[in-house]
């Protein structure tokens, strides 16, 4: 049953065992334990009721609100089914179970349930298509940057090699604005099998790297194209970019290269525009 939202829990004591799954909630408490996952905020907690409904591998398993932020999201949290608990405290309360001043108030538990993976991803996708494959990205701040990036521009997946760090995280999350939880993505694998599988789907690989061959603005129009980039500060390794086209973002001269999710946000408007998804 969904739509009609759960029954709210009043909790007074922070070491009530029904909350002890919120107990100063850190990224590398719950990342990779069971597939869980901490959503922040009323946006993202609005992101993780649409996943959840969208059955697509994201569920919700507990929500934490702060009482005085209660009748703000009344809204999103009907949109819960209403198996998932509603946990109510007040605000000493509320910090004493997250372990930090949290003034947004809003938390929720999601878990990782069957997600797809890239081979999933990759059969799904419509025949015009616009994908962003990522090679070890250590940095959670830019991976959700490019996320929110992906989300702006209607990417359809965004496909990250094994060593990328996980997407998942708490303030990849919180800096994505929950688009972690609406655009398909898969983190598997080497980026050289991910590139041989882009070319057997049939995409036009394009690697941003400042010493790319073609203008970015001069990229031509393909009905499947994929963006590859890079780690913060390498790029790309010699050997992807001798196997792939690669393009180049023109500015002024002094700079080494931009911040890998503002480069990705612009070139992903170009390609975007050029092939019409935006």
């Keep these: 049953m969904s739509g009609s939202g759960a029954l709210r829990i009043h909790i007074s004591d922070p070491a009530d065992p029904r909350v002890a799954g919120f107990m100063s909630i850190k990224e590398r ?14 946006v993202v907690l609005r992101m993780l009721a649409a996943a959840h409904a969208m059955g697509r591998g994201i569920v919700a398993d507990a929500i934490l609100i702060l009482e005085n932020r209660l009748s703000g999201v009344d809204e999103i949290l009907a949109a819960f089914p209403a198996d998932v608990p509603v946990y109510v405290a007040a605000a000493s309360v509320f910090d ?6 949290m003034h947004r108030g809003v938390l929720a538990i999601g878990r990782r349930d069957g997600m797809a993976g890239r081979d999933a ?3 799904a996708v419509a025949p015009d298509a616009l994908v962003l494959a990522a090679c070890g990205i250590s940095n ?17 997946a ?12 708490r303030k990849a999350i919180r800096v994505s604005v929950g688009s972690v939880l609406s655009v398909p993505f898969a983190r598997e694998g080497s980026i050289a099998a991910l590139i041989d599988q882009l070319q057997a789907k049939g995409f036009a690989i394009w690697g941003l790297s400042p010493r790319g061959e073609t203008e970015l603005h001069d990229i031509p129009p393909s009905p499947r194209t994929a963006l590859l980039v890079g780690t913060e ?6 050997a992807i970019l001798s196997s792939i086209r690669t393009a180049r973002i023109r500015q002024r001269p002094g700079l080494d290269s931009l911040n890998v999710a503002t480069a990705t946000g612009i070139a992903l408007h170009q390609v975007a525009r050029i ?4």
């Excluded at 408490?29 to 905020?41: K, M």
């Excluded at 004493?96 to 001043?101: K, L, M, T």
């Excluded at 500060?233 to 010699?238: K, M, R, S």
């Design 275 to 278: 092939n019409g998804f935006v």
């Design 158 to 169: 965004v496909l990250m090699d094994e060593t990328s760090c996980d997407p998942m995280y």
């Design 140 to 156: 959670h701040d830019n991976l959700g940057s490019m996320f929110r990036n992906a989300a702006a521009f209607g990417v359809d």
């Design 96 to 101: 004493a179970i997250a372990g930090f001043n």
């Design 233 to 238: 500060g390498e790029g790309l390794p010699a």
């Design 121 to 123: 991803l990759l059969d």
């Design 29 to 42: 408490d719950l990342t990779g334990r069971q597939g869980l996952f901490i959503a922040e905020g009323t």
